[in-house]
């Protein structure tokens, strides 16, 4: 695989990446430890990632445990959560906070599902991107006469079917979620 196919594929495999994690983000029908990777708790002064600070757990479909290693600082990781995009109101009991989640109205699933479908798109605007400088870099060098006319189409269409490639795997990552998010 030469170097500039090999460049566009890591970078539509980082696009993907991201969309992934953007995914897990998104709270569907149950509670996934995953939610809480964002939050940042103010740890002496340092920002610092919740799960590097407690243990997460999902004991049932809709609760989250949240029991962290120094109880001192449970408060501030209560507040870190309450401060969050979750909307959830974590239950303290001195030693861990619990956090349940409520089933999701079918109104919010469909808003879930419009928030899946538009981050699904920016990724593949961006994987569109990473083609569309993929082929200008080719056209590039056939203008510069390092490549044929055939030898550039050649690589358009490997570029072609790269981008189609991930674009599928776009859709198979945004339907499981989809389907994810409806299950009731």
Not at 20 to 37: H, S, T, V
Not at 54 to 72: K, M, N
Request: no cysteine.
């Amino acid at each position: 695989m030469s170097d500039y196919l090999k460049a566009s594929e890591e970078k539509m495999q980082k696009s993907l990446s991201v969309l992934k994690n953007e995914l897990a983000a998104i709270r569907a029908g149950r509670a996934n430890p995953a939610l809480l990777d964002r939050i940042m708790v103010d740890y002496y002064g340092t920002p610092t990632p919740l799960n590097r600070l407690a243990t997460i757990t999902a004991p049932e479909p809709r609760v989250l445990v949240v029991q962290p290693w120094d109880v001192s600082k449970i408060s501030d990781i209560e507040k870190a959560i309450q401060k969050s995009d979750l909307g959830i109101n974590p239950v303290s009991d001195g030693k861990v906070l619990r956090l349940v989640f409520p089933e999701l109205t079918e109104e919010r699933r469909k808003e879930l599902v419009k928030l899946v479908h538009k981050k699904a798109e920016e990724a593949k605007v961006a994987v569109r991107q990473i083609r569309r400088d993929a082929n200008d870099a080719v056209k590039k060098m056939e203008k510069n006469g390092e490549i044929s006319e055939d030898e550039r189409k050649k690589r358009e269409e490997e570029i072609q079917k790269l981008t189609d490639k991930y674009i599928k795997e776009i859709d198979k990552v945004v339907e499981a979620k989809e389907k994810e998010i409806m299950e009731i």
